[in-house]
């Protein structure tokens, strides 16, 4: 008897049905473009979904995506809004669970009613600021999700941490690509958040010990942040090999990475960058400031934040011996591993009982 129950229970989380609200599905968003193939890891796990997003472009999934309206031009919050209750009271019956990607708003426009349906919320929030806003978001959820133990969501009871969710099969060394030896990079938004101007001082820093390297920035600015990207590039001009170009869609990252020896992620504690993982997928020594990365990686690939110590950090990365450097590199392939996306669409599977 206690094993038929058992059954039952495990086919009933089997047929729950999932409801993921985020902002983009897209594939050639400069940010957001690698949630369509979290979306399709999804699909393989827990089915055809519903999802709701903010803005659609291009996508290749077999759930129904409802768009909200964006990619038609800006139409103000209050009809976003409006449209987006509608969306998940028409849908009511095709859903037992929500997942929220990153927008807590959409929790606390839908909180109350779905804990009137008696859907379960679950929500994915990892940056080190909050608010009052987020809390009230993470009242109405079940759990929340993030990466980093640095995380403002981090200090909720319900919250569970989570592999990062890096596509190991699409993020590989590209063999055919030469790598530029003494070649950094910057891969990411171009915000003060991500701290490019600190990479732009350190470099200047080891020119003057006479230290050879260049450096390259990959990353699109949003309107508010052009014209701090306009004094990074500004403040950069005095520089030798550095060069600027605009943020390359998701499938295109592996063949950037390929080309550079070490990565820099400058982005403070508290958000744990996928792209500390996908530069390590694909073979370049990853250089950062997050913690929660230092208590796992070699002390030379970590560093306090400050212009000072990355370039001395990156002049003894630029000094390794192959073997050192081949040590270090498998290294951070193990550590990519262990932040798979199917270790990610596991964990959550389990998390959600789905």
């Known amino acids: ?19 993921v609200c985020t902002q983009s599905v897209d594939t050639e968003d400069l940010v957001l473009g690698f949630f369509v193939g979290w979306l399709k890891a999804f699909e393989k796990t827990f089915g055809t979904m519903n999802i709701i997003a903010l ?5 290749d999934l077999k759930s129904q995506v409802h768009s909200l309206g964006k990619e038609r031009g800006s139409q103000g919050r209050l009809r976003y809004s409006i449209r987006f209750l509608l969306h998940v009271w028409k849908l009511r019956r095709e859903y037992d669970a929500v997942f929220v990607h990153m927008n807590e708003e959409y929790a606390l426009l839908a909180g109350w009613l779905w804990k009137l349906l008696g859907k ?47 596509d190991t099969a699409l993020f590989q060394p590209l063999r055919e690509i030469r790598r530029v030896p003494g070649s950094l990079l ?3 938004r171009f915000a003060p958040s991500k ?67 070490i990565f820099v992620d400058l982005s403070e504690s508290g958000m744990y960058n996928k792209t500390i993982f996908e530069a390590a997928a694909c073979g370049c020594l990853v250089l950062a400031a997050s913690k929660d990365f230092a208590e796992s990686a070699d002390a ?28 270090l590199i498998e290294q951070l392939s193990h550590m990519a591993d262990t932040h798979s996306l199917p270790s990610l669409v596991h964990s959550l599977a389990k998390e959600m009982n789905l």
Request: include cysteine; glycine fraction near 6%.
């Open 1 to 19: 008897m206690a094993t038929s129950r058992k059954r039952r229970a495990i086919s009933f989380y089997r047929d729950m049905k999932l409801l």
């Open 55 to 59: 803005q659609v472009g291009q996508y």
């Open 120 to 166: 379960k919320v679950y929500l994915w929030r990892n940056h080190y600021e909050g608010s009052l806003a987020t809390d009230i978001a993470a009242f109405f959820c079940e759990k929340v999700f993030c990466t980093s133990k640095f995380s403002y969501t981090a200090k909720y009871k319900k919250t569970v941490l989570m592999p990062i969710g890096i």
């Open 186 to 188: 910057f891969f990411g």
């Open 195 to 261: 701290r490019p101007d600190v990479l732009v001082s350190a470099v200047r820093m080891l020119h003057a010990q006479n230290i050879p390297c260049s450096v390259t920035f990959f990353g699109s600015a949003l309107a508010r942040d052009a014209a701090y990207k306009a004094s990074v590039q500004a403040d950069s001009y005095s520089l030798e090999n550095a060069r600027f170009f605009e943020g390359v869609p998701h499938a295109a990252a592996p063949s950037v990475f390929s080309e550079y020896e």
């Open 300 to 327: 030379r690939l970590s560093f306090d934040g400050s212009a000072e110590t990355l370039a001395e950090k990156l002049k003894g990365l630029l000094s390794l011996r192959d073997g050192e450097r081949r040590v």
